[in-house]
C-alpha cells in the first residue's frame, strides 16, 4: 500500500501539478464498482470507461464477491455502506480468498461514520475516496495505485468507445460529477452498525 501517499491526501497535500502526465492502467483494465446507488454506478462507471476501462458493477456486497469469484478484476471501488453486507466485510472476504487477496481496493463513502472509522482502521483497503468525488479525484486513485505498483502502467493510448448496448448520446448524458441519490444520501447518513475489530487480514 501507498501510505505515504494516501496520508498526503487525507492531510490535504496530494494533489498533483495539472502540467504532469497522467499515468494509466492498461486499456481493458477490468475494475470492479460496488454501490448501492444506480447514480453513483453509472457515473463512476462512465468516468473509467472513458478512460479505456471494462468496469463491471454490483449493487450489494454479495453480488460483488459472485463477481469478483467469476471475472475476477484487476482494481475495485468499493462503497462502505451497502444493503446486507458492509463493504468492510466485502473488502475482508476479498482478502482473505486466494484468488482475490492481491487486487487493489478503494474504498468509497459519504457516510461521515464510515470515513472516520476507515481513517482509524485502514482495514487492509489500497486508498480511500470521499463522496461526492469527480473524475480527477477517481484518476489520481488509479494513477497512485500504477505508481505504487500495484496496477500496470499503459503503453498505449486508444480512444474507448461507449460500452455495448450504449448510444454515444446516452453515453454523454451521464454527469462528470459521482453525486448520490437522494434515497442514497439519508441512508448514508444513517449511523453505521457496530463493526467488530478487523480480523487478521491473509
Known sequence: MAGFGLLKRLVGGGERRHSEPRVRAPVATRVLVVDDSATIRAVLGKMLGQDGYEVIKAADGE????????????????????????????????????????????????????????????????????????????????????????????TLIEQPLPPSGMSQAEWDAIPDIAMPDEAHVAHEASPMPDEPPPSALA
Open 63 to 154: 453480488s460483488a464477491l459472485e463477481l469478483a469469484r467469476s471475472e475476477p478484476p484487476h482494481l475495485v471501488f468499493l462503497d462502505i455502506v451497502l444493503p446486507g453486507m458492509s463493504g468492510f466485510e466485502v473488502l475482508r472476504t476479498l482478502r482473505r480468498e486466494p484468488a482475490t487477496h492481491g487486487i487493489p481496493i478503494v474504498m468509497i463513502s459519504g457516510n461521515v461514520q464510515a470515513t472516520e472509522q476507515f481513517y482509524v482502521q485502514r482495514y487492509g483497503a489500497d486508498d480511500f475516496m470521499k463522496k461526492p468525488f469527480g473524475r480527477a479525484e477517481v484518476f489520481e486513485r488509479v494513477q497512485q495505485l500504477v505508481l505504487a505498483g500495484r496496477l500496470p502502467a499503459r
